[in-house]
């Protein structure tokens, strides 16, 4: 197909009948829409609360733990009875 007759077929098309659009469709797409936000933005949500819940139970465990103190050496012997 050459690109006198692509041009052609493309002028049948655009001059052919237009095809309906069902009356709905904007309802429609509204309430996908709102949809769609909802659940985005529910799921940020909950990643949000997951973040602070690790946040919280990282700081309770490093609070009892202590992992930023060094532990005694256990090369040496306590030193009792002096």
Not at 41 to 55: E, I, V
Not at 57 to 82: D, K, Q, R
Request: glycine share 6%.
């Amino acid at each position: 197909m050459n690109r006198a007759q692509r041009e052609a077929r493309v002028r049948q098309l655009m001059e052919g009948s237009v095809s309906r659009v069902p009356p709905d469709l904007y309802a429609q797409a509204v309430r996908r829409g709102t949809r769609l936000l909802r659940r985005r933005t529910a799921g940020r949500r909950l990643l949000w609360l997951l973040l602070f819940a690790a946040a919280v139970a990282f700081t309770g465990w490093a609070v009892v733990v202590h992992p930023w103190a060094e532990p005694p050496s256990p090369t040496a012997p306590p030193l009792t009875g002096w």
